[in-house]
């Protein structure tokens, strides 16, 4: 291996190693990752990728499963937990990656059940992509999963009224003055945050709340998907949650506002 070959690699497993290292600052880390993820195919055509892999994805599932969940969209932490569930649906279908594809996968059912909108949505690409590709062998945590997704379809007629008749525009004096459990339990979509600056600033700051990945309405949309997926690998193990999926999907579809959310959405969108 030439010398032209290790150097990049080197610069990348320090990267690796700030991501890892915890008195690093938050912005450091994100540049970190934001080097690592502009760099990837780079990386991914070296020959020292196989043990790159390796210890990437251990940082990588340490940072996914010891961070915090993050609500406000423009956080660093949510950042850097962004890149990296990006880096890892990016990572090649080869060998190597086949030993941590279990580990993955119990990860990413994680985080769909805890993490954000954004999250949760590139989780579900990995979650896809991986069964396509490995077709790995049945475990409960998929019928736990099926299981979850059930429940949400179950509950989603009772959220109607907030869906609808919520407003999408959050206005406080200061960030701190903001009750994030509160908001994230009638969030389906993003909402946005206008912060009052002091009176001589006389600006605003404005920041994006992202709702819980299981209230979403966005991930609502792709479940479906996954359900049939798990569907075509495990039919034997799964066919009686797959049964009662389906008549859940057809409720949902043929949900309907009533006529008083029908004008609130309209004036909503309108003022």
Do not use: C
């Amino acid at each position: 291996m030439s010398s032209t070959d290790t150097i990049p690699v080197n610069t990348f497993r320090n990267y690796l190693n700030i991501l890892n290292d915890s008195s690093a600052k938050e912005e450091i880390k994100l540049k970190a990752t934001q080097e690592l993820s502009e760099h990837f195919e780079m990386i991914m055509q070296s020959p020292a990728y196989p043990s790159f892999l390796e210890n990437a994805l251990k940082i990588f599932m340490r940072i996914l499963q010891e961070g915090e969940p993050q609500f406000i969209q423009e956080n660093t932490m949510q950042h850097i937990r962004k890149l990296i569930l990006e880096m890892i649906h990016r990572l090649p279908i080869t060998e190597s990656l086949r030993q941590h594809v279990k580990a993955i996968i119990t990860m990413m059912l994680k985080i769909l059940r805890t993490d954000n909108e954004e999250n949760v949505l590139v989780s579900l690409r990995i979650i896809i992509e991986l069964h396509k590709h490995f077709r790995p062998s049945f475990n409960p945590e998929i019928q736990l999963f099926l299981g979850f997704v059930k429940d949400i379809y179950t509950t989603l007629p009772n959220h109607l009224t907030s869906i609808f008749e919520t407003s999408s525009e959050i206005w406080i004096n200061d960030l701190k003055d903001l009750n994030i459990e509160v908001l994230l339990s009638e969030a389906y979509s993003v909402k946005t945050i206008h912060v009052e600056k002091p009176l001589e600033s006389n600006t605003q700051q404005i920041y994006n709340l992202l709702p819980r990945g299981i209230l979403s309405l966005k991930v609502l949309q792709e479940l479906p998907i996954i359900v049939v997926l798990m569907y075509q690998i495990y039919k034997n193990a799964v066919h009686q949650e797959v049964s009662e999926f389906i008549p859940l999907i057809l409720t949902t579809i043929n949900l309907q506002p009533t006529i008083t959310q029908r004008i609130y959405s309209i004036n909503r969108k309108t003022f």
